[in-house]
């Protein structure tokens, strides 16, 4: 059945028509509608969207694997000539795994914690072929090889947890390839991972789809990373295919508003906070049972045509000209694109005022106590995690200042000792000229408390879920001593939720019943109810959809500027930081390795890891020319650094002994870039920009 | 900003949203079931002075088999136990000290094991190391000897009852609150309470207990039911309630010697305990899965 099957050489896979639904409490609830897809060997697609645009769905059903309350409820999909519906169990399972493989978005939960990752490789071929142990032995080393995994034999017989996330997830690339499948899905596959590491996987994928011939559906939210590893690209909305064509086609010549929005509100290089700020989209998805009739991003375009939009459903077209390139958009030739000049979230430059917050050398070591005998003969039960290592830099009044870095780079760990939740070790953090380092927070006075507050990552972690938004905004009003009047705390509770723009009756409502980026919009309200003066913001948008993430960007930024405050602004979203940082500081495993004005830190002269990081980082714009740098090796343990450079053990431009002995110098230029490296900053500025653009925009960015 | 009218919404009323989440248990045959039955001795226990035919402590005719008819009219539905007093009049007004004491002793229970699990799990290091090696030393003993010992030592009452329940089951508690504890104080909005100063207690108290409290409202309805089971093994002990008031185990221990030659004396005791339990494991059976559907 395999062989006949790989010989075949119409379409791998046609989807037509495909409605998809989930039958819950409250009825049934289509996930996906009308979608068409027609795959050929080699072609690689990627689906884009946001989250509950049912791109997983889609996926899910092409493996038949719809849970106990979805279901197909029109259309086909076909494999190979074979309609999947009519397949049995057996016949079903014959063909996963074997002909279509499936890559996960969390490597660790896709490996068996308890079998070594030999067993679980050897699996795939001795369940679907007749073959021996030892052959299915040789053929999972082979193709751990060709997914470049170092010491094949080490892997085979190491546990999941004995390898780093990066290597997990190649072996799970390695585990869907091994029956040399002819279908691949990849479901967000480096989500969960690191910038650099992820850079690597993006590599492997694109080089296994030429290696192999293997037709792949790339499943992102992210644009960038659809760039980089496909030919063709679907946008989806709301369970529909909105716009599809080749990735050039829709990257450059988008005829869809949604994936203009999309692209607007997407901090591209040439984006800039004053001069081209994001344009978020309007309004939030609708739920699947509140789609609008007809186009079901009517309510948030800015082209919306009574009576033409809102008539039924809207039926892909293809744009002429272009072959393949459709469009579900009923006015998208009507639409005048060069006059179309939406509202940005931007504003005038604002000029920085005196210094906040500065920051002299500190550390924070955590002690780890090793109870055991062989620690105890040893003499060194104490270890230390260094996780911040000589931090110094500074923040000025309304500015804002980034740290990026990777996780596990003490960035976090940074946050924690500014907010007073861990004591420094050693060295100053001066606040408003008071030495805060040895203060925690219950020593702090209401005020100084009230004067540094936090924006956190997870929207649906931010805000306790058993009190109401009025509830927990009035608990820090009253904590912070900004009122204490029953009256007055309910007013100022609803000039908050007016701050974040968010309807007055949210007081009441319960996290639960809001949004992402309601809630999002509330965990800022609730940092600046006590009038800070510098605001810690933890990637607080990183976990949001891309069209809404633009809008709270947006109002952070927008507050800033009102109350002047500093905005220290903790992400790894190099793409964003150059959007809104006026600082940049780069931190690797505790310290920081680099530090200037965004401008600096993003054009030569770069520190190595500076370098690596840029080129990592996916961006959605087919003008521009990247440097291809993909860091090798593990990110080392705190508990045990590298000697001299902390960079030394994975750097592409290591001079030698000297960068595992000594630490390296900080060198300072005249404006305050300071890169801490042994090569010489002359050298430095030799390199070349790692990101350029090299063709004209339509319009000059502002550089 | 500047409006100066403040519409300030009202919130529902916290007894308004404890009956939603009430009806939410519709959605589960099997909550509706446990509910049913834990309703209907509840409805008993209130008003066994109107429903129970005969007084419960009235010695009137030793040794009846169900269905027979009293001498002054009426009917010994259950018959009589060897004393001659009416089984169902005495099961009725028996509900009732069951209904007051599981409920006391749970809710006594948990006001000791919550405060300790949430120190232990929300402190942690020292504390977490005493409170969880006093709560393993108890947990320990085999549960029955435990309460031999604790109401042979202080007396057999209805107070050292539950007493002797609070001290075995408190560290079973502390146990679950801990873990829930550990879970949540990861949590951003525990971070964020603690960013702006709250004192620890309130982290535990407000921000934390309330968010476990799914769990710990199905455990509650769960070890309610043991403690049933548990009172009943008292009285059969004859380590419960001092007689002669009706107590369910003392019904069953009573009349074991004769139970073969009359097993209804000791039967429906049995049935009304283990209904009872019975009702509490499917409402508890209910709410989880009522909580764990969206």
């Given at each position: 059945m395999s062989t006949n099957g790989k010989d075949y050489?119409?379409?791998?896979l046609e989807c037509k028509d495909l409605s998809i639904s989930y039958f819950t409490r409250a009825g049934e609830i289509p996930a996906v509608v009308d979608f068409n897809l027609t795959l050929r060997q080699g072609d690689s697609v990627g689906l884009v969207g946001e989250s509950g645009c049912g791109k997983s769905t889609v996926a899910m059903a092409i493996m038949q694997y719809m849970g106990n309350n979805g279901g197909i409820v029109g259309g086909s999909i076909v494999y190979k000539g074979r309609d999947l519906a009519t397949l049995s169990e057996e016949e079903l399972r014959q063909l996963r795994g074997n002909e279509i493989a499936m890559v996960y978005q969390e490597p660790m939960a896709a490996l068996n914690p308890s079998m070594t990752l030999g067993r679980q490789l050897m699996e795939v071929p001795l369940c679907h072929e007749d073959i021996n142990e030892e052959e299915a032995y040789s053929r999972a080393i082979k193709i751990l090889a060709d997914v470049h995994l170092p010491d094949p034999e080490r892997v085979m017989s190491s546990y999941p947890h004995q390898i780093s996330g990066g290597q997990q997830q190649r072996v799970v690339i390695a585990m869907a390839l091994l029956s040399n499948p002819s279908l691949l899905l990849l479901d967000e596959p480096t989500t969960a991972l690191d910038v650099t590491v992820e850079a690597g996987i993006i590599e492997l994928i694109a080089e296994i789809a030429k290696k192999f011939h293997t037709s792949m559906i790339y499943i992102s939210h992210n644009l960038g990373l659809i760039l980089a590893t496909c030919d063709r690209v679907n946008v989806m909305y709301s369970g529909q295919v909105v716009e599809e064509g080749t990735v050039d086609e829709v990257f450059d010549h988008m005829r869809h508003p949604y994936t203009k929005g999309l692209f607007s509100a997407i901090p591209l290089p040439g984006a800039d906070k004053t001069a081209r700020p994001l344009v978020p989209i309007r309004g939030q998805l609708p739920l699947p049972h509140e789609r609008p009739p007809g186009c079901y991003f009517g309510p948030r375009c800015d082209h919306f045509a009574e009576g033409s939009c809102n008539s039924g459903l809207i039926q892909m077209t293809s744009v002429s000209g272009e072959a393949g390139h459709g469009v579900r958009c009923c006015r998208w030739d009507d639409i005048d694109w060069d006059a179309y000049r939406p509202e940005g979230v931007g504003g005038a430059t604002i000029t920085q005022g005196e210094r906040v917050l500065s920051i002299n050398k500190m550390r924070k070591y955590y002690e780890i106590h090793d109870n055991s005998i062989a620690a105890l003969i040893k003499g060194n039960r104490v270890r230390y995690v260094k996780a911040n290592e000589s931090i110094s830099f500074e923040a000025m009044e309304s500015q804002t200042v980034a740290i990026v870095g990777e996780s596990g780079c003490g960035k976090s760990t940074f946050a924690k000792v500014l907010m007073g939740l861990e004591t420094a070790t050693d060295g100053e953090v001066v606040f408003k000229g008071e030495d805060v380092s040895n203060y925690p927070v219950q020593k702090r006075t209401p005020k100084q408390v009230g004067s540094v507050q936090m924006v956190f990552q997870n929207p649906f972690d931010t805000l306790n879920p058993s009190h109401s938004v009025g509830a927990q905004l009035a608990r820090v009003i009253r904590k912070f001593g900004v009122e204490s009047d029953k009256h007055k705390i309910e007013h100022r509770v609803m000039e908050l939720l007016d701050l974040v723009k968010l309807?007055?009756?949210?007081?009441?409502?319960?996290?639960?019943?809001?949004?992402g980026g309601q809630k999002q919009r509330v965990g800022i309200a609730r940092a600046f109810a006590g009038n800070p003066s510098m605001v810690v913001a933890d990637e607080?948008?990183?976990?949001?959809?891309v069209s809404v993430q633009a809008a709270v960007t947006g109002l952070l930024m927008d507050i800033q500027r009102e109350f002047r405050t500093t905005l220290l602004f903790i992400s790894h979203d190099l793409s964003l930081v150059r959007y809104l940082a006026d600082r940049v500081v780069v931190m690797y495993l505790g310290h920081i390795v680099e530090q200037g004005t965004t401008d600096e830190v993003f054009s030569?002269?770069?520190h190595p890891y500076t370098e690596a990081l840029l080129s990592a980082v996916p961006i959605a714009d087919t003008s521009i020319e990247k440097k291809r740098i993909i860091l090798e090796g593990n990110l080392p343990s705190v508990i045990n650094p590298p000697k001299g450079c902390p960079f030394n053990t994975r750097c592409q431009r290591k001079l030698g002994s000297i960068c595992e002995t000594e630490d390296p110098p900080f060198v300072e230029d005249a404006s305050g870039h300071v890169i801490s490296c042994h090569i010489p900053m002359e050298e430095l500025r030799k390199v070349e920009p790692v990101i350029k653009m090299h063709k004209e925009e339509d319009q000059p960015a502002a550089e | 900003m500047s409006e100066q009218t403040i519409e300030i919404p009202r919130r529902e009323s916290s007894i308004l949203r404890a009956i939603k989440s009430v009806a939410l248990l519709r959605e589960s045959a099997v909550g509706m079931v446990g509910l049913a039955i834990v309703l209907f001795w509840v409805l008993v226990a209130l008003f066994a002075d109107l429903l129970a035919p005969f007084p419960p402590n009235a010695t009137i005719m030793p040794l009846v088999m169900p269905g027979t008819e009293a001498p002054d009219g009426g009917m010994f539905l259950l018959g009589t136990d060897h004393i001659g007093r009416d089984i169902l009049s005495r099961i009725m007004h028996g509900a009732r000290q069951v209904l007051i004491y599981g409920p006391l002793a749970t809710v006594c229970a948990y006001s000791v094991g919550i405060p300790m699990g949430l120190a232990a799990g929300y402190v942690g290091g020292l504390t977490d190391e005493v409170l969880s090696f006093i709560a393993n030393v108890i947990l320990s003993f085999p549960v029955l000897v435990l309460y031999v010992i604790i109401i042979a030592t202080i007396g057999a009452s209805a107070v050292n009852i539950v007493i002797a329940v609070t001290f075995a089951s408190a560290p079973g508690i502390m146990r679950i609150v801990r873990g829930l504890v550990l879970d949540l104080r990861s949590r951003e909005y525990v971070f964020a309470a603690q960013t702006r100063g709250e004192p620890p207690w309130r982290i535990m108290a407000v921000e934390i207990l309330p968010n476990a409290r799914g769990p710990l409202i199905v455990d509650a309805c769960l070890r309610l039911g043991y403690v049933i089971i548990t009172i009943g093994v008292l009285g059969f002990l004859g380590l419960g309630l001092p007689p002669p008031d009706p107590d369910w185990g003392g019904m069953i221990n009573e009349t074991r010697q004769m139970a073969m030659a009359f097993p209804h004396m000791a039967l429906f005791p049995c049935l009304a305990i283990s209904s009872l339990v019975l009702g509490f494991n499917l409402l508890a059976d209910g709410l989880r899965e009522v909580s764990l559907r969206d």
């Open positions: 050489d119409g379409p791998i309807p007055r009756d949210f007081a009441r409502r319960r996290p639960r019943q809001l949004s607080p948008v990183s976990a949001l959809d030569p002269p770069y | -």
